[in-house]
T-cell receptor, first 113, second 108 residues
Framework: DTAVSQTPKYLVTQMGNDKSIKCEQNLGHDTMYWYKQDSKKFLKIMFSYNNKELIINETVPNRFSPKSPDKAHLNLHINSLELGDSAVYFC????????????FGSGTRLTVV | GQQVMQIPQYQHVQEGEDFTTYCNSSTTLSNIQWYKQRPGGHPVFLIQLVKSGEVKKQKRLTFQFGEAKKNSSLHITATQTTDVGTYFCALSWGKLQFGAGTQVVVTP
């Protein structure tokens, strides 16, 4: 069973379009995250939700909007896609109180053309 | 906020050789985590270090946390082709903040 699953794995879309990435975890974790990895492999946190509540909101354009319908799901919607949004987006989850390692999904490679 | 510098950025290693990657901070860290990301893959949690001077081993991998808790290292002995990938250290302080990573290439 996949612990943290993201869909889609690949996303190719034109500038100006709106797209969504979905994430689900079956680990019983209470906190979920979105990370962006650029072409130089730098991993930067974007958002974090704990029990459906937004707890981390880094400096990210308003075009990015996360949504957590329940603690097992975290989606990312991106409006008006730009070329610079091309990257790999990783979902991750953890148990906040445990302060231990994160479990990452396999990533969504977004290419904006 | 807290930041870590990882060196080297790239490491070319001959199969069978040893190498070390370092993670340095200007401030005292509460803990540090290490992750490995294979090419085309996702980060995978390896270990967390919490105590000053802590040393932990996982087969050929040795992780160390400095006495002052301002640096950490990952040493790999007898490198194999399966060790290829990017190794990240990360700070956990309410959110996980990653270093820039060390990309390891192994030549047979």
């Amino acid at each position: 069973d996949t612990a943290v699953s993201q869909t889609p794995k690949y996303l190719v879309t034109q500038m100006g379009n709106d797209k969504s990435i979905k994430c689900e975890q079956n680990l019983g974790h209470d906190t979920m995250y979105w990370y962006k990895q650029d072409s130089k492999k730098f991993l930067k946190i974007m958002f974090s939700y704990n029990n459906k509540e937004l707890i981390i909101n880094e400096t990210v354009p308003n075009r990015f909007s996360p949504k957590s319908p329940d603690k097992a799901h975290l989606n990312l919607h991106i409006n008006s896609l730009e070329l610079g949004d091309s990257a790999v987006y990783f979902c991750a989850s953890s148990l906040l109180s445990a302060n231990y390692g994160y479990t990452f999904g396999s990533g969504t490679r977004l290419t904006v053309v | 906020g807290q930041q870590v510098m990882q060196i080297p950025q790239y490491q070319h290693v001959q199969e069978g050789e040893d190498f070390t990657t370092y993670c340095n901070s200007s401030t005292t860290l509460s803990n540090i985590q290490w992750y490995k990301q294979r090419p085309g893959g996702h980060p995978v949690f390896l270990i967390q270090l919490v105590k000053s001077g802590e040393v932990k081993k996982q087969k050929r991998l040795t992780f160390q946390f400095g006495e002052a808790k301002k640096n950490s290292s990952l040493h790999i002995t007898a490198t194999q082709t399966t060790d290829v990938g990017t190794y990240f250290c990360a700070l956990s302080w309410g959110k996980l903040q990653f270093g820039a990573g060390t990309q390891v290439v192994v030549t047979p």
